[in-house]
């Protein structure tokens, strides 16, 4: 389920881009899905609905990253990324955020 949502964005991304007026341009569909999941798994309502329905995953499919990235650690090659969701101060966050943001992309949000 994730590497087809990863891949049906690019194919999304692509097409916008290939049909601007600037023709140089470089996308990662793993970044940006991955980005947009880090916001799904806070999203409610109306935006949860369209969130998923563009990164062609549900919330939960989104737990796959753990499970890509030690993939993708382990073979021959090299995945490095970082990650950093930074949040307002005083800003209140969904039950679960944290602990569902730390078990998908080994990371806290400040």
Not at 13 to 36: G, M, Q, R, T
Not at 60 to 65: I, K, M, P, V
């Amino acid at each position: 389920m994730l590497s087809n949502g990863i891949s049906s964005l690019g194919f999304a991304l692509s097409e916008v881009y290939e049909n601007s007026e600037n023709k140089n341009f470089v996308i990662s569909p793993y970044s940006a899905h991955c980005a947009f999941s880090q916001v799904l798994l806070g999203a409610r309502f109306d935006t949860k609905t369209e969130l998923e329905s563009v990164l062609g995953v549900q919330n939960a499919h989104t737990l796959g990253y753990k499970r890509l990235k030690n993939s993708l650690r382990s073979q021959s090659s090299m995945l490095q990324e970082s990650n950093i969701m930074a949040l307002a101060k005083g800003l209140r966050i969904v039950s679960g955020f944290k602990n569902g943001y730390s078990q998908r992309f080994d990371s806290e949000p400040l």
